[in-house]
Structure formats: C-alpha cells, structure tokens
C-alpha cells in the first residue's frame, strides 16, 4: 500500500510527534515564583449557605425545564390525538400533572428563595 519512501517520511514524522514534547517541557523552571499566583474562586463565595442556595436554584431550574417539556408533550398528545380517546385522556392527564408538576417548583422555589433570604440575613448579623 505504502511505498518505501512513504514509510520512512511517516515514521519520521511519528517520531518527530514524539520526541517534540520533550523539547517543549524542557524549559527551564525556577524552584521557587517570586510572588505566588492568587487564583479567583470560580464559585464566587466560600459561604456554604450561598453555595448550596446557588445549587437547589440550579436544581430546581431544571426541574421546570422538565415541566415544561412535559406540558409542550401533552399538548402535541392532545393535538395529535385524532379523536382517540385513550390518547385524549393521556394528553390530558399528562398536562395536569405537568401544571402540577410546574406549581410545585414556583412554590418551592418561592419558600426556598424565602428561607435563603432569613439564613443569609441571620448569618450577616
């Protein structure tokens, strides 16, 4: 398939692919930086009560993302039902637990925001 010059050139080019990096990582390193290197805190805060508030808000915007997947799905059920009633009733059954579904993350999201807000405060003082 390959002549013979072919398989030289690619087994030099392999070995160059090999070999190169151990140039590259041969730069000469001092033992000690002159001033250490100060890192930002990619969370933005190292209080656990911001942290975990940030978390179940995250959590808690997926789960209503899920909801309103759900609904868009029972509506097409419904809509694409064709006069079938058991699809009928799946489609709306799907769109009741699916409202169900949303009110409860408003809800929660509500009453979390809520005790976040006193937990915060109280940790302030």
Avoid: H
Avoid at 36 to 42: D, G, R, Y
Avoid at 106 to 120: C, G, M, Q, T, V
């Amino acid at each position: 398939m390959f002549n013979k010059i072919q398989k030289i050139f690619f087994i030099f080019l392999l070995g160059c692919l090999v070999i190169y990096p151990l140039f590259v990582l041969a730069e000469e390193t001092s033992t000690q930086p002159e001033e250490p290197v100060e890192l930002p805190n990619p969370l933005g805060t190292t209080d656990v009560t911001t942290i975990v508030a940030r978390i179940i808000k995250v959590i808690l915007g997926f789960v209503g993302v899920l909801a309103l997947i759900m609904f868009i799905y029972g509506g097409l059920m419904w809509m694409t039902s064709g006069g079938k009633e058991e699809q009928i009733r799946k489609g709306k059954d799907t769109l009741v637990w699916a409202v169900a579904g949303m009110t409860l993350v408003f809800f929660s999201y509500a009453i979390l925001n809520f005790i976040l807000k006193i937990l915060i405060e109280i940790k302030g003082e």
